[in-house]
């Protein structure tokens, strides 16, 4: 069964620290990989995916992500958090070209405090 | 381009009574897909619709139905509600291929009284 996984509930990083927020998969076939965050009585907004190339993918508000396909893993990263970034973060696959059904992980909520 | 619209932004609801949402997805984008959002639930996927088909469908029961229209745009309907049933629906339009990203849009809330 295809699935994704957000280890943590809840990541709380110190404001101009690096944050990293957590994301596996299980999927047959060539994953496409998504990262979205929705902010406080918002709706979810795309910040970067993965489809093929370089595994270091870079995206908006100055986020990226390294895919990891030995590890099944595709981190979401940030080199200086800001108090701006809390929000709550969702990573999703979809597997292979001929699937159009994109699977979510429950969601990450990530606090940065001042 | 204008981004995704929902209507209504909010709902209230008695147990028993229907409910209709609507979806505007962006120009050009031929897939329209509505999730439900709870605290406790996280991010459920409810179906998609593509070119006017319904794609892949989630797990709900059979209360909750949707369609799509020739131009795109695509209502959700639940029936019967009940008090579980209270949460934010999202829409999300993309263009339908496999490597697309999904837009949402900014939700219904549905409360049900």
């Known amino acids: 069964a295809q699935s994704v996984a957000q280890p943590e509930d809840q990541v709380n990083v110190a404001e101009g620290n690096p944050l990293t927020v957590k994301c596996t998969y299980s999927v047959s076939g060539n994953p496409y990989l998504f990262w979205y965050v929705q902010y406080p009585n918002r709706g979810l907004q795309f910040l970067l995916k993965y489809i093929t190339g370089d595994n270091l993918v870079k995206g908006s508000y100055g986020f990226e992500a390294e895919f990891n396909k030995s590890q099944t893993s595709f981190h979401l990263k940030k080199p200086s958090a800001l108090v701006s970034d809390s929000a709550l973060y969702f990573c999703?696959?979809?597997?292979?070209?001929?699937?159009?059904?994109?699977?979510w992980g429950a969601g990450t909520k990530l606090i940065i405090k001042p | 381009k204008a981004g995704v619209t929902q209507t209504p932004r909010y709902l209230i609801k008695t147990r028993g009574q229907q409910v209709t949402l609507s979806c505007s997805p962006i120009?050009?984008?031929?897939?329209v897909s509505w999730y439900q959002q709870t605290p406790g639930q996280g991010l459920q996927f409810l179906f998609e619709?593509?070119?006017?088909?319904?794609?892949n469908k989630g797990n709900f029961p059979g209360r909750f139905s949707g369609r799509q229209f020739s131009n795109s745009r695509s209502e959700m309907n639940v029936s019967t509600l009940e008090l579980g049933d209270s949460a934010l629906y999202l829409c999300a339009s993309s263009s339908g291929t496999s490597l697309g990203e999904q837009f949402f849009g900014p939700g219904t809330r549905l409360t049900v009284l």
């Open positions: 120009s050009g984008h031929r897939s």
């Open positions: 999703a696959v979809r597997a292979g070209d001929s699937n159009y059904q994109l699977i």
């Open positions: 619709y593509f070119s006017e088909t319904q794609r």
